[in-house]
């Protein structure tokens, strides 16, 4: 069955205190792994597509790397302002996308 | 890019009503999505279209539910009658090949 999965549910940091957010998936055919992140009252705003393992992306103080099973959202050194819920989602083969239930994000200033 | 645009932003409605979600995708993306997100279920596939044809419709949870898309450049979803259990925040998003970009969500609340 294809599914993803997200840990931790929540992650409270002290700024500048760097750490990784997970996400585990099974799928048929993977077409691309992205991360979206989600302010309350808003969508879900992009931030990066994977398509193979070992590819990586940065973005400011966010790494995203990707194996064949799991991918990683590196946050280094975070402010408050990346307090955030980082939701992640696969594309199968058929075109199908399915959704983590994110890692809600809090950085303590 | 204007992005994706939903409306309304906010519905309030009462039980048994009818209630209409509007959308307008990205120019240029040829794929629509309806999604629902809850706290308890997180985001959840409701229909999506390409080239304005129906897909995939199995997330649709009822016959109360119903969305169209007569054109590129438009869709929407409808609730009728709406109940309690429907409130929630209501996403569309479009997208070209692979990347979903989303709109800001049309928050419903049936009582």
């Known amino acids: 069955e294809d599914q993803v999965t997200q840990s931790p549910e929540a992650l409270r940091l002290q700024e500048g205190e760097s750490s990784s957010l997970n996400c585990s998936y099974t799928?048929?055919?993977?077409?691309?792994l992205f991360w979206y992140r989600q302010d309350p009252g808003k969508g879900p705003e992009f931030l990066f597509t994977l398509y193979s393992a070992g590819e990586e992306k940065e973005k400011e103080r966010l790494k995203a790397t990707l194996t064949k099973k799991e991918s990683f959202l590196h946050i280094t050194a975070p402010k408050p302002e990346d307090s955030a819920t980082y939701l992640c989602?696969?594309?199968?083969?058929?075109?199908?996308?399915?959704f983590g239930t994110g890692t809600s994000l809090t950085v303590i200033p | 890019d204007a992005g994706v645009i939903q409306s309304p932003r906010h519905e309030v409605t009462e039980m048994g009503q009818e209630v209409t979600l509007r959308c307008k995708p990205i120019s240029g993306h040829n794929s629509l999505f309806w999604y629902r997100q809850t706290m308890m279920r997180g985001l959840e596939l409701l229909i999506y279209f390409n080239n304005n044809v129906p897909i995939d419709d199995s997330g649709m949870p009822e016959d109360r539910f119903s969305a169209k898309m007569p054109n590129a450049s438009f869709s929407t979803l409808k609730i009728q009658p709406s109940e309690p259990r429907d409130s929630a925040v209501y996403f569309c998003?479009?997208?070209?090949?692979?990347?979903?970009?989303f709109g800001e969500g049309s928050w419903l609340t049936v009582v």
């Open positions: 799928v048929s055919g993977l077409r691309g």
């Open positions: 998003a479009s997208s070209q090949r692979t990347t979903i970009y």
């Open positions: 989602a696969v594309q199968a083969s058929g075109n199908q996308f399915y």
